[in-house]
């Protein structure tokens, strides 16, 4: 190639390719989280957020392979800032009691701001796993629960506070953390209408039930610790 000849990166053609693919994509994006937040995860095809987007099927496939690829990529947004702010939190040392029970709040109510969603969400994660049969790969890019590891930012921190000792070694920062992510997806199909701060303090008594009883116990048997957010 001569050196005067164009890179695809300078190539107009190749710009205007590339501006337009970004742009059906975040079609399909927007289409997706508008016709799974209205319709479900079970009366939603693909041909319904094609048609939506104004593409093809085609168009759509060629974006993304599956349902399950666009529902993950869709929720990925709001699992990432959560990711974020674990890792700062591990970084900066602080108290991990306190970073969990804002992780935990913060799911809840993206949860229940987002329940329809979610609620789809779970749907696409349960029938993936029950087609594969096993936990998710990392290097699995199709698997919702990759694309949008909502476990994640808890095992992240659950991690760091049993290596601290801040919190029990047992269970393993994976379960612990798996166990509250289902219940939280869980609960958005079988109480859609759950306020956020009952789900928070659902999640947060069965968390620091397991990792940090004397949390519930010190405070008495009628207490409720995390029933307010002061």
């Given at each position: ?10 190539d107009?053609r190749a710009?205007?390719a ?5 742009r059906t994509?975040r ?5 997706a ?8 995860w ?12 104004g593409v093809?099927?085609a168009?759509a496939y060629n ?10 990529c869709?929720?990925s947004?709001l ?9 700062h ?7 991990v009691?306190d970073?969990?029970?804002d992780?935990v709040r ?7 701001r987002?329940?329809?969603l979610?609620?789809?969400f779970?749907s ?13 790969d ?6 919702p629960?990759?694309?949008?590891p ?7 921190l659950?991690?760091h506070g049993?290596?601290t ?9 994976l379960?612990?953390?798996g166990?509250i992510?289902?219940?939280?997806l869980l609960?958005?199909i079988?109480?859609p209408?759950?306020p956020?701060e009952?789900?928070a303090?659902?999640?947060?008594t069965?968390?620091?039930g ?7 116990t010190?405070a008495g048997?009628?207490?409720r ?6």
């Amino acid at each position: 190639m001569a050196a005067s000849d164009p890179t695809p990166l300078d190539d107009p053609r190749a710009r205007a390719a590339q501006t337009k693919r970004d742009r059906t994509r975040r079609a399909l994006l927007d289409a997706a989280d508008a016709t799974f937040g209205a319709r479900g995860w079970a009366n939603t095809r693909m041909e319904d957020i094609a048609a939506a987007a104004g593409v093809s099927a085609a168009t759509a496939y060629n974006h993304f392979p599956s349902k399950h690829v666009l529902v993950g990529c869709v929720y990925s947004p709001l699992v990432h800032p959560l990711l974020i702010q674990a890792d700062h939190d591990v970084r900066t040392d602080r108290p991990v009691v306190d970073a969990l029970t804002d992780q935990v709040r913060a799911l809840a109510r993206i949860s229940q701001r987002n329940r329809k969603l979610t609620a789809a969400f779970w749907s696409a994660v349960e029938e993936y796993t029950i087609k594969i049969a096993g936990p998710p790969d990392p290097g699995d890019d199709i698997d919702p629960r990759t694309l949008a590891p909502v476990p994640q930012p808890l095992r992240v921190l659950i991690e760091h506070g049993q290596l601290t000792g801040e919190l029990r070694a047992y269970p393993t920062a994976l379960e612990a953390s798996g166990m509250i992510a289902n219940l939280l997806l869980l609960r958005s199909i079988n109480h859609p209408d759950e306020p956020a701060e009952v789900t928070a303090e659902l999640l947060l008594t069965v968390l620091f039930g397991m990792l940090r009883p004397e949390l519930l116990t010190d405070a008495g048997a009628q207490a409720r610790p995390f029933g307010h957010v002061h």
